[in-house]
């Protein structure tokens, strides 16, 4: 069974502050993916890696894929309240031909911004 | 907004009750996975389904089974309902390769 370990589950942090949350696992994954998820909505993309040591950037998001495929992390920088809500990552396995990738999320990080 | 769709929101069942979720895929769609979040986790696979065939099954009971129409809309029918079942049920459309939009879930209270 792959699982994946986020940490931590829960920061709260000033605004202006930088951050970085990580995301292991000991199981390799073809893909992951960083999703963002709002109460009393479903999670959103913000990005996906594929290539070991893979680094992208999304305006003050900066998020990496390890080089062996099994670890990434996110980083913020200058936190913002908006930025505030529950990071998910999850792995995806290319292994059928057909269909889309049968996800396998962390357990999410709560992520809370004080103005 | 993704332009996937799930009803309804929200839902009460007491235990040993059966349930139906339902979505509708984003147009052009012809894969729709569903999962499962409890509360202050991520979300768990249950199951998918590509052009109407189930394509893939999570670790979870045979009572929780699926369908998928030809227009490529889902049904989630969960029987003998337990407390633990107690849950958000999302379902993510997409293409083949592509990226997995979300509806917005449906909040299921098993009392």
């Known amino acids: 069974t792959q699982l994946l370990e986020q940490s931590p589950q829960f920061l709260s942090i000033q605004e202006g502050e930088n951050l970085t949350v990580y995301c292991n696992s000991s199981?390799?994954?073809?893909?992951l993916q960083w999703y963002r998820q709002e109460p009393g909505e479903g999670p959103v993309l913000l990005v996906t890696v594929v290539t070991g040591g893979e680094v992208k950037k999304l305006k003050r998001l900066t998020f990496q894929f390890g080089d062996a495929r099994k670890d990434s992390s996110l980083h913020i920088t200058a936190a913002q309240p908006g930025d505030t809500g529950l990071y998910l990552c999850?792995?995806?396995?290319?292994?059928?031909?057909?269909?889309?990738?049968?996800?396998?999320f962390g357990q999410g990080t709560r992520l809370t911004i004080n103005p | 907004e993704t332009g996937v769709t799930q009803s309804p929101t929200h839902l009460i069942k007491t235990r040993g009750q059966q349930v139906t979720l339902r979505c509708s895929s984003q147009?052009?769609?012809?894969?729709v996975s569903w999962y499962q979040q409890a509360l202050g986790q991520g979300p768990q696979f249950i199951f998918q389904?590509?052009?109407?065939?189930?394509?893939g099954r999570g670790n979870f009971p045979p009572r929780f089974s699926g369908l998928q129409f030809p227009n490529y809309s889902s049904e989630l029918n969960v029987n003998a309902l337990e407390l633990d079942d107690s849950a958000l049920y999302l379902c993510a459309s997409s293409s083949r390769a592509d990226t997995q939009y979300f509806g917005p879930g449906t909040r299921l209270t098993v009392l």
């Open positions: 199981s390799v994954f073809s893909s």
């Open positions: 389904y590509y052009r109407e065939e189930e394509n």
């Open positions: 147009s052009g769609h012809n894969t």
């Open positions: 999850a792995g995806g396995n290319e292994g059928s031909r057909v269909g889309a990738q049968k996800l396998v």
